[in-house]
């Protein structure tokens, strides 16, 4: 099984915000959000020497996401190669797992009632495509691939390189999303951008219980709806869809 | 045959989820616009969301364009696309498109129009022009057209018989540098510019502010340089996203650039770093560029530019390791100070002295592209000449260049040499990209006729007798992109992605339409666009299928010196066939045959150099309503220098008004109070602050710089209108933004 990972070169972004931007095409991403996107830290230091970063974020696919059990359906879960999934059917837009981000990586959809985040576009790996951020990026800053693969660029970063997880003491759940640069331009992103410990949704376990027995009878009654549907389709085949 | 559609596709799959249970492999996976099917169909075309024209695949299904990609198989820009190309989309369904042609029934500026058809329209502006070459002679017209789309309305106005046709392009943009390099090197830059940054071992960026400028592919090599381990140079007085991945940042006293630059000759040739073979066999001037730099030593610099003489060296040494290697960018917005010429003339002079030009890392040779024929009637001349002062007043701006916006707003303005009485905009912000908006202003209420082509409502259509509704580039064929500074040349068509939108009509319709109603329907001797694409690319040997589906066809290129064969002609097509350090031509002129520094004003006590740029989330004034970019950046702020901030008491994040040394006001502006500028100057991205109201999402979000440029420094060799000239004060307001 590969086991996927994204390196950010800080030292190649240019904070142009391509990569924000093919997401949202090609994910409908709302306007006010986004599954990925690049922030500038301040300027610092004393004229001249001065110092600024870029910091692109989105999912960092954790080794072991607080998302994941804050998810009272399972609709978020973790799949063998390592990226963060979310089943939309089971997803009842309870925003549990945005609060338990540490990262901010995720948001609800209003559009759709749903959170969304990003998922290495698993859709587009199946179809030998890269994510869509990363072929579109003008300075290569962005290199996604296979920690599996000792051959592959982001094998070479992490573990032979100096790419380094953002993590800090406190909250260190091993993201998958790695940052190369020079080490101050790192540390810089980090300190201004430092992930902030999960949160649960008040008031918590009340609402959780009470949400899981709604969930299970929506999720049934979901599930003999749907496949009343499908079986149905199957029978009388499909009309045009007119718009 | 049976066709999966998204209604039908996500039900099945949301039922297929419901089986398995646990979710895996289920719509989630999926965007909502479903995609990636059966029916999408992969249009291949070239973005216009700016001029660099990158490669794009249009995803299409049921005539609808879902997405846009890079054109992996584009040979300059590949599959990359910026945040601009990537929202493409959302100029195609921008709700405040113009939508059909529009007449004006209230008075100019309004913004009261009826609506009218194609028919009646198309004959109104025949008509008018008709009435206007009776009246007062065909050179009575302006043209300002803007980009290779303009190429069929082009020709359509010079077979009227106007002469007075000019593009901010170059008078307010590159011309100087295109003059200043052309001079030395006998070869405008041209665009893309051909600078070999990917091979290079020393970058030096003169004020380019590359990353916040983006055009993709200058990036990639920008980056790609870099990471080979080039070292850069960036002269800039704001801490840009280049200055931040710099070797030396030299954060220069604004104005000063020429001291600078001379310093470096200076060092090159005292201490013989410079290429001296190079020099020897390619150049002329030599020992008149020794004499004339001995006294512009690097402490003489200092004292100008505020930057240490040590790393004047330092940096001059850095370049001298490097050579050939060093790519002195020429630049691209240089329209500063009105030395401009003087200046390129300078960068120029100092990528010859280090062996650059034609070499490896430095900049590279253009390679010639074979191209059809289209015979055309002879066109009509002018007796009367250009009324811009291009080619006479200012007499490098010559025929071949685009002509001078401010001349021509002058010449209607004064009515002098002769009345200009109709003005025609395609595709020019002829308010945010033409400095000194009174004059403009004023200039319009002598007309008797004015028409604007164009996609969006911007501020001059409300001063139009009549707008004409373009298509968006993704709906729309243009003349071919024939690309010869590009290490592999080639050529790249623009084609319709899916049928225009509402009343919405291509260039080329538009013109060729106008032509049979005005006699000149021999000017436009080809049936459609693709008669027209077939013929100009015939030569190259491909079939038209074959290039609409790879959207561009590459050839073999000789960029450098070594490579050159006899059909790419001379070296250095300068007059002497020769690197002219000294230029005969400026000498014959009566100019400064070499670059002297000369002292520019500077800002009176509590006032700043207002200085401005761009974001890479937007294209000059053309992208602030794009529903996306404007997502990312709604608005710009101005950076101000921390200290001088807070001895002013002006807070970071503060809204203020900006006031000119005129007078003149902005809009209300937040301001960025940063380490990262110098206390001398303010500095802002261009393009916000527009007074549009039909740009529902732009209209006066953020300032314009236009607003405060109402004086300019005109380059005496090429007329360009230096605006780096105003000074500016702050105002503190207690209002919101508005």
Known sequence: MPRYAMVIDQERCVGCQSCTVACKSEWDVPNGFARTKVRQTGTIGTFPKLSTSFYVSQCNHCDRPTCVPACPTGA???DQSGVVRVNRDLCIGCGSCVAACPYGARYINAEIGKVDKCDFCVSR??????????????????????????????????????????????????????????????????????????????????????????????????????????????????????? | MSKITRRGFLQTSSALAGLVGTGVASAESRPPSWRGETRVEQIATNCEMCFWRCGVMAEVADGKVLKLAGNPQHPLTGGQLCARGNAGTQLLYDPDRLKYPLIRIGNRGEGKFRRASWDEALDFFATHLKDLKQKYGAESVGFFPHGVAAGFFGTLMKAYGTPNAAEPAFAQCRGPRDIGYQLTFG????????????????IVLIGSHIGENVFTSQVTNFITGLQRGAKLIVVDPRFSTAASKADHWLPIKPGTDIALLMAWANILIVETLYDKQYIEQYATGMKELEAHVKDFTPEWAESMTEIPAAQIRDTAHMMAEAKPAVAIHPGRHVTWYGDDTQRARAMAILTALLGAYGRKGGMFLPTKVKQGRIPLPPMPESERGRADGAGTKYPLATEESQGLTQGLVQATMNASPYPIKGWVVYGQNILESIPQRQNTLKAIEQLEFMAVVDVLPVEQTNYADLVLPEATYLERYDPPAVVTTSKRPFVAIRQPAIDPLYESKPGWWIAKEL??????????????????????????????????????????????????????????????????????????????SLPKFTAVEQPPPGYMRLIYGRAPMHSFSRSENNSWLDDLMPDNQVWINAEFAAKAGIKNGQVVILENQDGAKSLPIAVRATVGIRNDCAYMVHGFGTRAKGLTKAYKRGASDTDLITRVSIDPIMGATGMRVNFVRVLPTTGERS
């Open chain 2, 515 to 592: 032509a049979n109603r005005m006699g000149l329907a021999d000017y436009f001797p080809w049936k459609d666009p693709e008669d027209h694409l077939s013929r100009l690319v015939q030569p190259l040997g491909i079939n038209l299928a074959e290039l609409k589906s790879l959207g561009a066809v590459s050839f073999d290129g000789h960029p450098y010196i070594d490579d050159r064969k006899e059909e790419d002609g001379p070296i250095f097509p300068t007059q002497s066939g020769k690197i002219e350090l000294v230029s005969s031509v400026l000498k014959d002129l009566n100019f400064d």
């Open chain 1, 125 to 243: 790996l199946g179809k030998g495509l890269q994510p869509a951020c990363v072929g579109t990026c003008p300075a290569h800053a962005k290199i996604f691939g296979d920690l599996e693969d000792s051959s592959s660029d982001v094998f070479r970063f992490v573990y032979r390189g100096a790419a380094k997880r953002m993590e800090t003491a406190n909250i260190a759940i091993g993201p998958n999303v790695y940052y190369a640069g020079k080490p101050e331009h790192t540390a810089l992103a980090l300190a201004s951008f430092a992930p902030v410990p999960p949160r649960t949704i008040a008031p918590g376990k009340v609402w959780s219980s009470l949400l899981n027995k709604v969930v299970y009878l929506a999720v049934g009654v979901t599930f003999l709806g749907q496949a009343v549907a499908f079986f149905r389709q199957l029978s009388t085949g499909e009309k045009q869809f007119e718009e």
């Open chain 1, 76 to 78: 978020t879960y973790q």
């Open chain 2, 187 to 202: 070869r405008a830059v041209n665009s893309p510019e051909p600078v070999d940054l990917e091979e290079s071992k020393c």
